[in-house]
Structure formats: C-alpha cells, structure tokens
C-alpha cells in the first residue's frame, strides 16, 4: 500500500533542495534571461532585433561570472545524485555559453534574416534555451536527467533549423530532423527503461553498482547498450548514426549550423563520456563486462566508420555547407578516438580538440555567411574568384579549412596531435587507429583545398573583379578568428592547461 512521506522525509527533502539550490546560480540565471528576452520580444517595439541580441550577448556574458564562482565549490552531487558539478562540467559550461554568444554574433552578420524572418522573436530566448539544455546534459548523473535535458535541447534545435518558415529547405531540415530525433530519443528511452529493470536504480554510480553487484542478463544488456548508444550517437553525428547531418546542415539558417556542429556535438560528447566513464565500476576492465559487451570494439568501428564515410563523401559534394556537414561526420570520429583511449590523457586530448574545433568550424561558417551575403550563394563553383574580390575572407577560410586539415601552424594540427598522442601513449595496438586517422584527414585535404583552389586559381564566370565589402564588425571578427586559430597553435599551453584541468577530477566516483 502506498505510503505518504512523513514530516520528517518532506523537511529532508526540502533541505536537501535549498542545499543543492547553490550549486544552480547559472542555470538560474540563464532561465531568468530566457524570460527576459521573451518579455522584451513581446512589449519591445521599433528596433527589438538589436536590443535582443545585445540582451543576449550581455546576458550571456554576465552567466560566465557565475561559472567562475563554482570554481571555489567542492565538485560532488546534488539534486539527490542527479546533477554533478565538477571540472569537466565547469570546462563545458563555459564552451557552451562562449559557443551561444558566438552563435549570435554570426547571426547579426547573417542578411539572410533580413529577407527570410520580418521579426527575429523569440530567436535568441531559443539560443539561450539551448544553452541551458546543453549545460545540463553535461552535468546530468541521471537517466531522467540525461533523458530531459537531451530533449530541452533536441526541441529547441528543431524549432531553430527550420526558422526560415518560408524556406523550403529550411522547413524539409527541420522535419527529417525532428523524425530522426523523435526515433533515436524513443530507442534511447527503451534502452533506459531496459537498464532500470534490471538495476531499479537511475543514478549511474548506482547502476553501476547494482550491475557489479548482483549481475545482469548479458543479452538485455546487449541491446539496451545498443539502444543507449544510437540516442548518443544520434545527437554527436557518428555513423551509422548520422543521416539527419547532410539535410539539416545545408537547410538550416547557417549561424544554427554552426552551432549545432560545434555545441550540440559537444554536449553529446560530453554525455558519452560521461555515461561510459561512470557507469562503468573502478577497478574492473573499462568498456566490458558491466554493460555485457565490449563497448572499446563498438567505439572503434563507430570511429573507423565515421572517419573513413565523413572524408570520402565529403569529395563529392559541390555545395559548402552540405561538404562541412561531412567534414563534421568526420571529426566526430576523431573525436571518439580520444574517448576510446578513455583516460586521464584521453579526456584532456578529446577536450583540447573540442577547443579547436570550436574556433575552427565557427571561424569557416563565418565566412560562409558573408560569402553568402554577397554572392546569395553556397554552391563551391560560385567561389571561382573570390579571393581577389574578398581578400580577408579568402584568407581567413583558407586559414580555418588548413586548421581543419589538421596541418602546422594552426589550432587543428595541435588538436589532431594530442589526440594521436595520447592513442600511441595507450600502446602499440593502437597505432593502426591513429594510422588510419592521419590516412583520413589527407583525404580531407583534397576536398578542404577544393575552396582556396576556386578562390584563387580558378576565374570567376561572372569577370566582375569588383571588391566586395563586409562590413567592419565582420571583417574584424573574422580577423580576430583567424589570428587565434594561427595563435593557438603556436602558444597552446594555457588551453592545454585548461583542458587538463577540466579532466583531472573526471572518472572518479562522487559522493
């Protein structure tokens, strides 16, 4: 018979919530300016575009004050186990609110809102939204929490892709995103409620405690892991996991695309890690036995596959931001290369190369948006010139698509290499992996240069040599984009510093 919780249970629970309240002040406060921007979307009139946006990057400016703050909190769970703070969810908070301010600076560079949107609305309250949900995922130690925060962010990411109503592709993206996400959710949630069954436990230090402890049924565990992973590998982008990437990217409003390949991959990255990092116990052999298969095995052929299917098919495409959507396939795989290695060295590599591929892939977007507003076009033959007629942009892309390569003196040579490093560190079974991930990123470096080459070497069809011009916040903000992918891979210690210190506190068990 059902029994109500007694006086006792009730203050327990209310003083277990004030207690965790404190660990909470950014999320907070990222709700509050989520209201806020609603308010003044609703009451603003004249020119709310502007004020919206400079709410938003002020706003969100003003969370990173309140990230700093935790750095003093000793790491450990709250909300009853729920939700974690430690170094690797401080290291996120950070990329996620840097990633949404850059998210809306791109926007403002972006045309295409001004003929496609009359009113950008409730726009950057969604890229605020996004934010949060994506922060929570990489602090989430729950199923539950996984489950609903995962959702906070895939909602708000359909809405976002097809913002262009008017927009045919913009309007298809976000349908087939929508379909791909509601059947990679409903399989996710099918392999939570498998793993519930067998533990009755959500917590994942619980689970996995409960797996070690009293054992488990290897063919459940088999095909609830599977089921786990396709929601995971759904929302970072690896094959086979991958078909909604291609559409969506090119039909998106491209300041979304760029923040969907850098954030959202990000935070599935994060979750991945974290998920594979706990739920499996200390002291027994990492991947195996918990979860009833061999976990390394599965991320090594989803590697291997995302790698080799994201660089070859990225050769044929003509259209720019259809190509970056391959090339995103692709990183995701050398993103999971880091997560395979799965230790301390691992962790730091896998969050360095996050770090450069922020900068890189936001930097390359960029430049496509400003392309795009002068040519109305993202197909590569429409690039034939560009570089005389677009100087710094030709310059900055070539910048960013050399540090995508993975090739010295940028960000992305430094990224590529501690991730390698650290797979030749773990022995010599895995130099075929770093083998076939320098192997791939020289097939990159074909379709990387197809760019450059059009800009440069090949004449445009229209003989109009007329140089076009950016605008001065643009052009500056793709300067300071390029100089920092150049920086940074010629002084990268502090990043790397950062980086490991975000992993120092990572894979062990909180209390």
Do not use: C
């Not at 994942?204 to 095909?223: C, N, Q, R, W």
């Not at 040599?465 to 150049?486: N, R, Y």
């Amino acid at each position: 018979m059902f029994e109500l919780p007694s006086g006792a249970e009730i203050q327990g629970i209310i003083a277990t919530l004030k207690a965790s309240v404190g660990f909470f002040i950014p999320e907070i406060y990222l709700s509050l300016l989520f209201m806020l921007l609603i308010v003044i979307d609703l009451v603003a009139k004249g020119r709310k575009n502007n004020l919206l946006s400079i709410t938003t990057l002020v706003g969100l400016a003003g969370s990173l004050f309140f990230i700093y703050q935790q750095h003093t909190m000793a790491a450990g769970e709250f909300f009853f186990g729920m939700y974690v703070l430690d170094e690797f969810a401080l290291f996120f908070k950070y990329f996620f609110v840097v990633s949404g301010m850059l998210a809306v600076i791109v926007t403002m560079a972006d045309e295409q809102f001004d003929t496609e949107v009359k009113s950008i609305g409730e726009y950057y309250a969604l890229i605020v939204s996004m934010v949060i949900g994506m922060i929570m995922m990489a602090s989430s130690a729950d199923l539950l929490m996984i489950f609903l925060s995962m959702e906070l962010v895939s909602f708000t990411a359909y809405i976002l892709t097809g913002y262009f109503k008017r927009n045919a592709r913009s309007s298809e993206a976000a349908l087939k995103y929508l379909v791909y996400g509601a059947v990679s959710s409903g399989l996710m949630v099918y392999g939570f409620s498998l793993i519930y069954g067998l533990t009755a436990q959500t917590n994942l230090i619980k689970i996995s405690s409960e797996l070690a402890t009293h054992g488990y049924d290897p063919l459940v565990m088999i095909f609830s892991t599977l089921l786990v992973l396709a929601g995971f590998g759904y929302k970072i982008g690896a094959v086979p996991f991958h078909f909604w990437s291609p559409d969506v990217y090119e039909g998106a409003p491209t300041p979304i695309t760029a923040y969907l390949s850098v954030a959202s991959k990000a935070a599935g990255i994060a979750l991945l890690m974290r998920f594979f990092y706990i739920a499996v116990p200390h002291g027994g052999r990492p991947y195996e036995d918990i979860l009833g298969i061999d976990w390394l095995s599965l991320l090594i052929l989803i590697s291997i596959a995302s790698m080799i299917y994201g660089n070859v098919v990225a050769l044929w495409q003509k259209n720019v931001k259809r190509l970056l959507a391959y090339s995103s396939i692709a990183h995701a795989g050398y993103l999971l290369l880091g997560i395979i290695v799965m230790d301390k060295l691992g962790t730091q590599a896998t969050l360095f190369y996050l770090l450069s591929y922020f900068l890189m892939n936001f930097g390359a977007f960029h430049v496509v948006i400003l392309i795009a507003n002068k040519t109305g076009s993202e197909n590569l033959d429409d690039y034939r010139g560009l570089g005389r007629r677009m100087p710094l942009a030709g310059a900055a892309l070539t910048v960013f698509l050399i540090s995508l390569v993975g090739l010295p003196p940028t960000f992305g040579f430094i990224g590529k290499l501690m991730i390698f490093s650290a797979l030749l560190a773990k022995g010599s079974i895995y130099i075929w992996l770093a083998l076939i991930g320098i192997m791939t990123s020289v097939i990159s470096l074909y379709y990387y240069m197809l760019i450059p080459l059009n800009m440069y070497l090949r004449e445009s069809t229209q003989h109009d040599d007329k140089e076009m011009s950016t605008g001065m916040p643009a052009q500056i903000l793709m300067a300071v984009l390029m100089i920092l992918t150049i920086y940074f891979g010629l002084f990268f210690a502090p990043l790397s510093d950062f980086a490991q210190y975000s992993s120092a506190m990572f894979g062990i068990t909180l209390h």
